[in-house]
């Protein structure tokens, strides 16, 4: 009798709690989701970001709302991000700059301060130029080009610290290559397309849909299906792959029953097939991880970089 009555408290006790926890929870969420996007909108970047909150929102109760901070090669939105309340209703975008960033600069956060979320996308890094720039017209002619005429080639990339400056930057410790870097607060495209810079570094789906822009070499394993006559760096003589990955983290501190809502709603998203459509269609290529496969990578990626950077 006495197990018995025992066993009631026990009972009692763990449904009172449940009472308690589980209509909080189950009543996430109960407001917006603010996705940062640390980069200008119109990049790739924020077409990823905005594409991602189109379909989510076919699956999550409420609004998923993209807002961009730009500036610092995205240092400016993560850091915003980073110090948001860890309670589910603030995401951020981060990329492979995170990985990066807190190795060449100072900064009040690095990968540990968030809590990944989800890998959306995985594009290998590129180098483009506008048709009508005959003299960097190829991977050839870019090369011999920039060692003849030490810093008159003008590269846009996406920031200091950004993972697509990274690869710029070993260009020219590999390849003895002379260009000049710009970092840029705006999309390095958008500069490119402008005339402010003779090339610029991005990633396959920049040059998706613009007929004013090509790649003259892509930073993979092997040639890109959709531009087979664009030859890898490997094949011009650099010992060197990147690529951009994105995707979405809250703030550390987040519980543990908010990331695997995410983990299980995002699932839904990335196998709607009018998302993979939508993405393919605009070259964009899906890479879904989830959240403890993508924390991993991120945590695998910063070690390589910590070790390039002799740090």
Known sequence: MRSLKSLSKVVFAVMALLLIVSP???????????????????????????????????????????VNYPGGGGAVGQTRGSKAAPDGYTLTQITSS???????????????????????VDSPDILMVRKDNEKLATAEKFIAFAKANPGKVRVGTSGTGSNDHFTMMVLQQ?????????????????????????????????????????????????????MPDVPTAKEMGFDWTSSVWRGIALPTGVSDEV??????????????????????NLGIPVAYLKSAEFAEKIKEKAEVYKKLSGK
């Open 24 to 66: 909080v929870f189950a009543a996430f969420p109960e407001k917006e989701i603010t996705l940062i996007v640390p980069y200008s909108a119109g990049g790739g970047s924020d077409t990823t970001a905005r594409i991602f909150a189109q379909f989510a929102n076919k699956y999550f109760p409420k609004p998923i709302v993209v």
């Open 98 to 120: 995170l990985t990066i960033q807190p190795l060449v600069k100072k900064l009040p956060y690095d990968y540990k301060s968030f809590t990944p979320i989800a890998q959306l």
């Open 174 to 226: 590999q390849g003895g290559l002379k260009h000049t870097l710009f970092p840029l607060s705006a999309d390095a495209k958008v500069n490119l397309l402008g005339g402010h810079v003779d090339a610029a570094a991005g990633g396959v789906e920049d040059v998706q849909d613009l007929p004013d822009l090509k790649a003259i070499m892509i930073f993979a394993d092997k040639r890109d299906p959709s």
């Open 259 to 280: 990331v695997k809502y995410f983990d299980a709603t995002i699932t839904k998203v990335m196998a709607d097939p009018e998302y993979v459509k939508t993405m393919g």
